[in-house]
């Protein structure tokens, strides 16, 4: 079966082709097919059997284009291969937060997955000012399963470097290089501005020198650290969550890269929903305190519980595989000190790329709704300056922001938590 693109039409015939879905639907005759991404790259489509719809799934196929451009942007459908593989090895290590997968082609670029259907997007509920007690929890386990064990702290020297070159996946990665780490940080046809903001605004990220020189070494550092596999796209609308569980879901910027990346992507994005939420609060009638105060505790305990996952997950490896680098009286104190000096060196790039990504949602391309769907175009303003603000400090500073306690000292002087 050749490459094609599936209509709404087309969907129910082809699932009633497909061996794998007669274990899920009883009725190839009623389904329900419904059109629901509005993500900037594929389609997704939720598929429902009308009369019974537990038996439920979602259709992702990548096109060979950008789906919010359109064909004037090619992008090659294969990206759909790192996405099937990408999913795979993350079900594999951590499959309490990954959607399961029942069919994947590579072919038809396209995977069929669980319908999350008591499951929302993060970035929506969190605008609704929603509160989710076991997040951090759950996305700190996911990323330290996924980041230490496919890590060469893990993997034997064959199998990370085979990874690596599965994973390779140069389309999405140049647009993370370009809309994360380029566009945003220079006058550019692709930048989209609140007109509110002044050419004094744009020229404090665009002319600074250090910020400047700060970015590019962020980039650099994106392109060459080859540490982990990422997610590569891990905010908050990449996460879809209900009371009880986490489902982390599109990793189609799935590459190795830098661990920081992924924990940074998460920092930011709840960061900027942070400032947004001084605004939004007081939009659904409430005191903004308690909200943004849950906000600055999940940020905190994300960096902090990940920190702790990720060294115990180290430690239990050295115990069970114990090497001869550490096996002498103060061993343990050095492979300890070792420990510490990584991890701040990783908290050193969380916090470099948490900037970038706070940065480029306001001057680049791609937006976040918490801020760029307020209407109020001043107060968005005021909130863009203050990411913006953050972002500089965070990502020219990063080497000497001692803790997590800090970040949110700087976001609490920007936008005082009362
Ligand atoms: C042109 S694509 C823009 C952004 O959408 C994705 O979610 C990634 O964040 C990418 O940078
Ligand atoms: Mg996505």
């Given at each position: 079966m050749g490459y094609r693109i599936l209509t709404i039409e087309d969907i129910p015939k082809f699932l009633g082709s497909l061996e794998e879905m007669r274990n899920i639907f009883s009725?190839?005759?009623?389904l329900e097919v419904v059109e629901v991404g509005d993500g900037n790259l594929n389609y997704v489509y939720l598929i429902k059997?009308?009369?019974?719809?537990?038996e439920t799934v979602v259709l992702k196929q990548a096109v060979p284009y950008l789906r919010v451009v359109g064909e004037s942007w090619p992008l090659k459908r294969e990206r759909m291969t790192i996405e099937i593989m990408a999913l795979q090895k993350e079900i594999e290590l951590c499959p309490e937060h990954v959607p399961e997968v029942y069919y994947g082609s590579h072919e038809m670029s396209l995977v069929i997955m669980e319908n999350l259907s008591s499951h929302k997007v993060l970035r929506g509920e969190i605008i609704q000012g929603k509160i989710f007690r076991n997040f951090a929890e759950h996305i700190t386990t996911f990323m330290a399963e996924v980041l230490f064990k496919t890590s060469d702290l893990y993997l034997d020297h064959q199998t990370k470097k085979e990874m690596v070159s599965k994973y390779i996946n140069y389309d999405l990665c140049k647009i993370t290089e370009d809309f994360?780490?380029?566009?945003?940080y220079e006058k550019h046809e692709t930048n989209v501005y609140n007109q509110e903001l002044t050419e004094e605004d744009l020229n404090f990220i665009q002319q600074d020198r250090d910020l400047k020189i700060a970015v590019a070494e962020m980039k650099y550092k994106f392109m060459n650290n080859a540490e982990s596999l990422l997610h590569g796209d891990l905010h908050i609308g990449s996460i879809m969550v209900n009371e009880n569980e986490t489902y982390v879901i599109d990793?189609?910027?799935?590459?190795?890269?830098?661990?920081g990346f992924d924990v940074g992507a998460v920092i930011g994005n709840l960061l900027m929903s942070y400032f947004s939420h001084e605004y939004r609060q007081k939009l659904l009638g409430?005191?903004?305190y308690v909200y943004r105060k849950w906000l600055l505790d999940t940020i905190e305990s994300v960096w902090i519980k990940f920190a702790e996952k990720f060294e115990t997950l180290w430690i239990e490896e050295q115990l069970s595989n114990p090497q001869?680098?550490?096996?002498?009286?103060?061993g343990e104190q050095h492979f300890k000190v070792l420990r510490e000096s990584f991890i701040a060196r990783l908290f050193s790039d969380t916090v470099g790329f948490a900037a970038c990504k706070m940065m480029r949602r306001i001057l680049g391309l791609a937006k976040v709704a918490d801020i760029a769907e307020i209407e109020d175009l001043q107060e968005r303003a005021r909130i863009e300056r203050m990411t913006l603000k953050l972002g500089k400090i965070m990502v020219i500073e990063r080497d000497s922001i001692k803790d997590i306690g800090e970040v949110l000292n700087l976001a609490k002087e920007l936008s005082p938590l009362v």
């Open positions: 009725d190839f005759n009623c059997n009308s009369k019974n719809p537990q994360v780490f380029t566009t945003p990793p189609e910027f799935s590459f190795y890269g830098p661990m409430r005191e903004p001869l680098a550490w096996n002498y009286p103060e």
